[in-house]
């Protein structure tokens, strides 16, 4: 169960790239809507968001104590999700799926009031929490951005 974590934790070692590694799960995951998520009915998506939350928070959380941390960057689960919330039923459209990343980003880096009280949920919750909140913020910008060009 560790090394499943530990997978599952590190979205199969994204976690582990040297440099910025939340940017660089959501940039995968960027790339995976764009070349295989975004054709899929909405049920499915909605249920990938889903799983990816339901299995992040145990194994961000059992991972995270593993390393002894509360949320250690090597842990990137809930960029995943957070990304995948900011992409939720987008048009197939570049600008905005460019938008949707720099939106998710900005708001994951900057965590404006009140997604920086969600970290201090205990275990997985925390770690996940502060991300959702950030992808439903993008979301609704991006809804924003959509609805107004």
Same mark, same amino acid.
């Given at each position: ?22 940017? %660089? @799960?959501?940039?995968?995951?960027? /790339? &995976?809507?764009?070349? !295989?998520?975004?054709?899929? *009915? +909405? #049920? ?50 570049? %600008? @905005?799926?460019?938008?949707?990343? /720099? &939106?998710?980003?900005? !708001?994951?880096?900057?965590? *404006? +009031? #009140? ?35």
């Amino acid at each position: 169960m560790k090394t499943l974590a530990k997978i599952l934790s590190t979205f199969f070692g994204v976690g582990f790239f040297p440099l910025a590694p939340g940017t %660089a @799960a959501s940039s995968a995951v960027v /790339l &995976l809507y764009y070349f !295989f998520l975004w054709p899929l *009915p +909405w #049920p499915w998506l909605a249920g990938i968001i889903l799983v990816c939350f339901a299995a992040g928070v145990p194994a961000s959380a059992r991972y995270a104590v593993e390393l002894g941390r509360t949320d250690p960057r090597t842990v990137v689960i809930d960029e995943v999700c957070g990304q995948l919330i900011a992409l939720f039923l987008i048009p197939f459209d570049r %600008a @905005a799926l460019l938008l949707s990343f /720099l &939106l998710f980003r900005l !708001f994951d880096v900057v965590k *404006p +009031w #009140p997604i920086r009280r969600l970290e201090k949920f205990p275990g997985g919750w925390g770690i996940m929490a502060d991300d959702v909140a950030a992808g439903l913020l993008a979301r609704l910008c991006l809804q924003i951005y959509i609805f107004l060009r």
